[in-house]
């Protein structure tokens, strides 16, 4: 298995981040020659995939470029939004009116107007807790401007793609250090700095967009913003393959990644905190146990369980756990879930988070810690 995949992606000329893949950063997403890899060995064309923990979308679009249908799920809406930009074909005319709001905002740097910034400061409108800490006011003010300008655009498709294209230079015109460090640092970012990165951005988006709008087919993808625990409106034995990697328990706090970024767009990033299973915010700022994670687990796979088909296979990306020094083994409490449900383990494949392809912060990782492909059949 671990062999196959790695000559699919010798194959792509060793690239992981192909067409729409890096419309966005994300953390710890995998690659998606893994979801790539089981998609075109269990299933064919016009088949049903189930993605319960969507991320940024990566299943769905090898779904898309494979003539497979699917199904994604995530508590996060930025998830949810870069997912549906990602794999939304657009239409010439919808890529035309991009470049036209790209050239309107290039005129708007050209002119470098001296009032700019004093004219549009009424347009800062959003307003949340330690704004004027992570933002300058300049920077504060170009974010405004961009983002009431995608909100006049008439068309649903052409304002998911601008908004993620806003979303993804939120943290890099902050004063925030890094995407995994929550840390203020003083960037002093120059009048007009941002609606250039948003421009650079935006042309390399476009021309990604266009290429996978070639490229993929016209399947059929529904993506919503909810909890995987229960998903009633998926009729039962309805799919024919899941391919998912749950949180690693107490590694990562995915509300934390991306709060500037669903701040701007209007997200309440509480009510993401609250509901995101295995955070380190539950397991190490709350001090809650293992259990409380198993539990949500159990529920999500006991959903998977359900709608997956007799005799189709639910593969599970997950990796090792520690909570306050005791080391949890993820492919031991995944089994036994799974057992619990009837579904068997067939195969499986494991790897130290040390020489995993994904990139975790490293204090995370430790030499007990694997990554584990696990594949299950119903």
């Given at each position: 298995m671990k062999k196959d995949i790695e000559r699919?992606?010798?194959?792509?000329?060793?690239?992981?981040?192909?067409?729409?893949?890096?419309?966005?950063?994300?953390?710890?997403?995998?690659?998606?020659?893994i979801p790539r890899y089981f998609i075109e060995k269990y299933t064919n064309e016009g088949d049903w995939i189930y993605e319960p923990f969507l991320g940024c979308g990566t299943t769905l679009v090898e779904c898309k470029l494979l003539n497979r249908n699917g199904i994604g799920i995530d508590s996060n809406p930025i998830a949810t939004l870069v997912s549906n930009s990602k794999t939304r074909n657009l239409s010439?005319?919808?890529?035309?009116?991009?470049?036209?709001?790209?050239?309107?905002?290039?005129?708007?740097?050209?002119?470098?107007?001296?009032?700019?910034h004093t004219i549009h400061s009424s347009l800062n409108v959003t307003e949340f807790d330690n704004k004027d800490h992570w933002f300058q006011e300049n920077v504060q003010i170009e974010i405004s401007f961009l983002k009431i300008s995608i909100k006049k655009i008439n068309n649903d498709s052409v304002q998911v793609f601008l908004n993620v294209c806003l979303s993804s230079i939120i943290v890099e015109v902050s004063n925030q250090?890094?995407?995994?460090?929550?840390?203020?640092?003083?960037?002093?970012?120059?009048?007009?700095?941002t609606l250039e990165v948003f421009v650079k951005k935006c042309k390399m988006m476009i021309d990604r967009i266009s290429q996978y709008s070639e490229l993929s087919s016209d399947s059929t993808v529904k993506i919503y913003t909810q909890s995987s625990e229960s998903v009633p409106f998926i009729k039962n034995e309805s799919i024919d393959l899941v391919?998912?990697?749950?949180?690693?328990?107490?590694?990562?706090?995915?509300?934390l990644y991306h709060k500037s970024r669903m701040n701007w767009l209007d997200y309440d990033f509480k009510s993401v905190q609250q509901v995101e299973i295995g955070s380190r915010d539950k397991h190490s700022s709350k001090k809650l146990e293992i259990d409380n994670f198993l539990t949500s687990l159990d529920r999500c796979f006991g959903e998977v369980c359900r709608v997956l088909k007799k005799g189709k296979y639910a593969v599970i990306v997950i990796g090792?756990?520690?909570?306050?020094?005791?080391?949890?083994n993820a492919m031991d409490f995944t089994?036994?879930?799974?057992?619990?449900?009837?579904?068997?383990?067939?195969?499986?494949?494991?790897?130290?988070?040390?020489?995993?392809t994904r990139m975790f912060n490293p204090k995370f990782?430790?030499?007990?810690?694997?990554?584990?492909?696990?594949?299950?059949?119903?």
């Open positions: 699919l992606k010798v194959e792509n000329n060793g690239k992981t981040n192909y067409l729409t893949h890096n419309f966005h950063t994300y953390p710890a997403k995998y690659i998606p020659q010439s005319k919808e890529i035309i009116v991009i470049q036209n709001f790209i050239e309107e905002i290039e005129s708007v740097i050209s002119k470098r107007d001296k009032k700019f250090e890094s995407d995994t460090r929550y840390a203020s640092k003083n960037k002093d970012i120059q009048n007009f700095k391919v998912t990697s749950p949180p690693y328990a107490n590694t990562y706090d995915y509300y090792d756990s520690v909570i306050r020094g005791e080391f949890y089994e036994r879930i799974f057992n619990k449900y009837n579904l068997k383990l067939v195969d499986s494949s494991s790897t130290n988070l040390k020489e995993t990782t430790n030499s007990l810690k694997s990554e584990h492909i696990l594949i299950f059949k119903k």
